[in-house]
C-alpha cells in the first residue's frame, strides 16, 4: 500500500552557504533574510531527500505536524518530533524511487515582536512506490525563531491537499 510520505509532508543543504548569508543575530530579533535563509537551505535538503539535515535546521524540540483528509472527510492530523521525522523519512526514501521536490518561494511574516517569522509556500512531490507514480501536494507553514542567537525551524505545519496514484485522484 502507498503510504502518504512526509518527505513532502514535510518537509527539508548540505552545509549550506544559505545559512552563512543569514548570519548571527545582532540582537533577539529575527530579520527576513534570516528566515528566507535557513527555509531555502532546508529546501534544498528535502529535494535531496536529506532529512538528517533537514532536521539539522530544526530546533530539537520542533514538531512536524501533517494534515490530510481523512476517509470519514474530515481531517487525518499526524505530529512527529524531529527523531520520527529522519526515520519515516528514512524509510520513505528506501521504499521509492524517482523523486522530484518542487517548491515555490515563500512568503515571509514576522509577528509584531519580531520574535517568531513563519514561512508559507507550496510544495509537489512526485515519486514511484511499488511500481506506481504518487504525487503529493501540500502548503507548509515553517515557523522560525532564534534560538541561541541563530534561526532554527521550531515547528512545521504539512496541509496535504492534494494526493494521485497513477493519475488517479485519491484526495
Do not use: W
Not at 530546533?59 to 520520527?84: I, L, M
Not at 514511484?128 to 507548509?140: D, L
Amino acid at each position: 500500500m502507498i503510504r502518504c510520505t512526509l518527505a513532502l509532508l514535510s518537509a527539508l543543504a548540505l552545509a549550506s552557504p544559505c545559512l552563512a548569508a543569514a548570519g548571527k543575530a545582532s540582537h533577539s530579533r529575527i530579520t527576513e533574510a534570516q528566515a528566507r535563509s535557513i527555509v531555502a537551505a532546508m529546501e534544498t535538503a528535502a529535494k535531496n531527500r536529506d532529512a538528517r539535515t533537514v532536521a539539522s535546521y530544526m530546533s530539537d524540540d520542533c514538531v512536524v505536524t501533517t494534515s490530510f483528509p481523512g476517509k470519514d472527510g474530515g481531517k487525518k492530523v499526524t505530529r512527529k518530533d524531529k527523531r520520527k521525522y529522519v526515520a519515516d523519512e528514512a524509510a520513505a526514501s528506501a521504499a521509492s524511487s524517482d523523486y522530484v521536490y518542487e517548491t515555490a518561494r515563500p512568503a515571509i511574516d514576522i509577528d509584531a515582536s519580531g520574535k517568531v517569522a513563519k514561512a508559507s509556500y507550496k510544495v509537489r512531490e512526485t515519486y514511484t512506490e511499488q511500481g506506481r507514480k504518487v504525487q503529493i501536494v501540500a502548503y507548509e507553514i515553517a515557523t522560525v525563531e532564534l534560538r541561541g542567537g541563530e534561526p532554527a525551524i521550531t515547528a512545521m505545519d504539512v496541509d496535504a491537499v492534494a494526493m494521485t496514484i497513477d493519475d488517479r485522484r485519491i484526495f
